[in-house]
């Protein structure tokens, strides 16, 4: 559900239209990093409560890896849209995918499990 708040923060970022509004991004950025954060620390917990202690060193480097590694791409994707659509369509269409991950992950049944095992 923080995701989901989060996501719906960052969709404050775009209001911004001026310097007299910037309250607008510095809000969504705000709300968009808390959700990171209590996400971040969710998952984390999870991760090393269900990983056996001999695993847990291979399932953190594994998961930075996998999205440290995707950065890259999304500023590469991002940098591309702003320059062929505009930063304010790129700021629009970034913000607006932060919400569908987890509108994804709440509709879908896996997503609603509280235990895989």
Same mark, same amino acid.
């Given at each position: 559900?923080?995701?989901?708040? *989060? $996501?719906?923060?960052a969709l ?15 809000? $969504?950025?705000? *709300? ?30 594994? #998961? ?9 791409? $999304? ?10 659509? *505009? ?11 932060? #919400? ?10 896996? $997503? ?6």
């Amino acid at each position: 559900m923080t995701a989901l708040a *989060g $996501g719906s923060a960052a969709l404050l970022a775009p209001l911004t239209t001026t310097a007299a509004d910037a309250y607008w991004f510095a809000l $969504g950025n705000a *709300g968009f990093a808390f959700g990171v954060a209590i996400g971040s620390i969710t998952t984390r917990t999870h991760r090393q409560t269900a990983s056996p202690p001999e695993l847990l060193s291979r399932v953190m480097a594994t #998961v930075r890896f996998v999205s440290w590694g995707a950065q890259p791409l $999304g500023a590469l994707t991002a940098g591309l849209l702003a320059t062929y659509a *505009g930063t304010y369509a790129a700021l629009w269409t970034v913000c607006a995918a932060a #919400v569908l991950p987890p509108l994804y992950l709440l509709t879908f049944p896996a $997503g609603r499990r509280r235990d895989f095992e």
